[in-house]
């Protein structure tokens, strides 16, 4: 196993949630192996494997033709999978991170359009055990590009940066989340990644009804589980309720491709645990659908 800072092997943090499973997932299997780890075909600045995650077109900068980018789609909380109206848009700033794994590394992607560029960015790590926040400059030494592009609206910059991590750091973990905080334009915004174990299998959760996982501190995603208040403004993590851990039950209903599975809440509750910590946020509601994505069996060794 790859050596760590202590920082970062300490990061993932709380997070008291666990996921069960009732029902049978399949592992899915995609070609994802002619993709390599980095590369940005259409130099969008969504790399071609994140996109393979995402369904978009690794060789098209607009895959649903709307006139903005995947990239900007996904910072403006509009769908780069549906064509909208986007002269309709009024520009906004926005955070978006997202994350893919190929071979024993994982690929986190933090980007950010704002007018006067993002300050106080900090990464989080949370685990059923703690939270661990460092500032932008601790996770440089994982560092593996930065990038700049032009947003379609004059005056409006993307800034981007990508980093590898030892994918060790998550599947060690029974479930973990990654968040990213940043202030835009005078506005403190957050995005969260949240892993869990499916039947050994390490899978995003994400909220449905097409949402991507996107948060630009205005959205309210509703259900869904997430270690951050679902409330809107991009609040930080926070410790949440000692000694308590959260237990989703969940029901597979459904393989929607791509690997994803759609799960139905079928239990969810915030039960006494010694030690373990409660996010407030991660508890959905029962009758709650989730997606449930397999970024390692699709894109692992
Ligand atoms: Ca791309
Ligand atoms: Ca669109």
Redesign the pocket.
Known sequence: MRKQPAYFAALLGVLGFWVCLDGVQQPLQAAAGTYAALVDTDGDGLDDLLEFRLGTNPEAVDT?A?G?SDHE?LLAA???????D?SQITPAAGLYADLYALGDTFYLMVSAVSQSGATAVKYSLANQQRIFTVPAVAARPFLAKVDQHSSSNSGWNIQQATYAFPLSMLSNQPSSAIAVTAILDGVQFSQTRVMTKVDYILSEIRIPSGDLGRSTGNGDPVGGISPLEPAGGGEPPHPGSADEVCVQTLEAIGNMGGGRVAYRVVEAACMPMASAICFTGCATSVEDIIIGIDIIGLLGD
């Not at 509009?78 to 064509?83: A, C, K, N, S």
């Open positions: 649903d709307d903005l789609e509009t769908d780069p999978l549906v064509w909208e986007t």
